[in-house]
Nanobody, 115 residues
Framework: QVQLVESGGGLVQAGGSLRLSCVASGSSFRILAVDWYRQAPGKQRDMVASITLRGFTNYADSVKGRFTISRDGAKNTVYLQMNSLKPEDTAVYYC?????????WGQGTQVTVSS
């Protein structure tokens, strides 16, 4: 089993920054890719960033150049550094991974960007 616990969300002004954390438990974390998704009210959940065990990263076009995903193996933690935040970044952000056909999700953390 894999458990993901997110933190770091909050309310910030446009142009500000937040760093989200996703702490993973379970031995499978060390061999899995980890993704950040976000979901705004009434919209589908979309991937914003992904990182592999070896550190390869991918980003949605909407966040490229503003968000950075990273991982700290010693802490079993994946981070999402969010800079130059915009009101359209407002959403619940979720940490995600999978083990074969099984998906694991964190509880979500709310990010609200005011104008």
């Amino acid at each position: 089993q894999v458990q993901l616990v997110e933190s770091g969300g909050g309310l910030v002004q446009a142009g500000g920054s937040l760093r989200l954390s996703c702490v993973a438990s379970g031995s499978s974390f060390r061999i899995l890719a980890v993704d950040w998704y976000r979901q705004a009210p009434g919209k589908q959940r979309d991937m914003v960033a992904s990182i592999t065990l070896r550190g390869f990263t991918n980003y949605a076009d909407s966040v490229k150049g503003r968000f950075t995903i990273s991982r700290d193996g010693a802490k079993n933690t994946v981070y999402l550094q969010m800079n130059s935040l915009k009101p359209e970044d407002t959403a619940v952000y979720y940490c995600h991974t999978n083990v074969g056909p099984i998906d694991y999700w964190g509880q979500g953390t709310q990010v609200t960007v005011s104008s």
